[in-house]
């Protein structure tokens, strides 16, 4: 994976594969303490202790297409490339939760990528079926994406109508530059 | 904290609203982007992202676009799987943006399968919701 943004694209498909119907992603810019954290929560089916012990074991998978699961331990081994870590709370039925740590100066912290393409091509070819929060802090400036207000402004259009989605890529776009 | 302008939006939605009056159809087509780790690193982002411009572009309101996880045939991604009403599935493999545009316009609209980009045709009939 080339950048952040495709990572958490790859975790949030995972979550939909669990049947989320709720994808919270947050990034976190600390520069003082020179942390970045992300942090993705789902309210998917959640994996049982067993499961959780093996999730980062690149040849342990719930597929049955192929016999290997490399999303999880690829994001572990970016966050260990930037000196940080990955820590993995789930409950079964309930959800999961991933947080990433990686020291944000690091010289192989993979950049951010492309977000606004990541957030639109969820909300583009999932987003009748899921809300997603997206939550972007730069110390204490955030900008928040929130499918959940949209989609009750919008009424009887769905938010994958072409207009809609052309209007959050700018607006996405506009607010993450406003931030950094 | 900055939030998206939601106000804005009513703009939109009434802009839609107009635009999308016959957009009461059945689905005719589905498209589906395997969006597992193999897929996503080998650029199946971008093909995603074209074939949702290229939809929007066209206004194929009857089309749905959507993901899926990995076929198994990782080697081959980004891979695509297109469905039209009562015909065979087709696999598409080793997309780019310009093969997807094309595969659009062939297969989706004008119904002629890209036979030199597809790796195999189902033999069973799709029905679309």
Redesign the interface.
Known sequence: ?EDLS?HI??IA?NS??AGATKIEIMLNEDINQNILTLKIKDNGKGMDKETIEKVLDPFYTT?N??RI???LP?LAQAAKEAEGNIDIKSKKGKGTTIIAKFVHNHIDRKPFGNMT??I??LI???GLDIDIIYQHCKNE??????SI??KK?????PI?????????KK??EK?LK??R | MKKLKIGDLEKIRDKARRTSSLRQNKARARVTVHMGTCGIAAGARKILTALLEEVGKKNLDDVIVTTSGCAGLCSREPMATVEIEDKPPVKYVDLTKEKIKKILNEHIIKGNIVKEYALAIGSERTTLK
Not at chain 1, 153 to 157: A, M, P, T, V
Not at chain 1, 160 to 168: D, E, K, M, R
């Open positions: 994976m495709l694209l790859d498909e939909i594969n597929k297409v192929r699961g490399l999303g690829m393409e990541t639109i091509n583009g070819s999932r400036n955030c900008f928040i994406f929130d207000e949209i402004e919008l009424q009887d259009i994958n109508n072409p207009g809609v989605l052309s209007f959050l607006e996405i607010g406003e931030i």
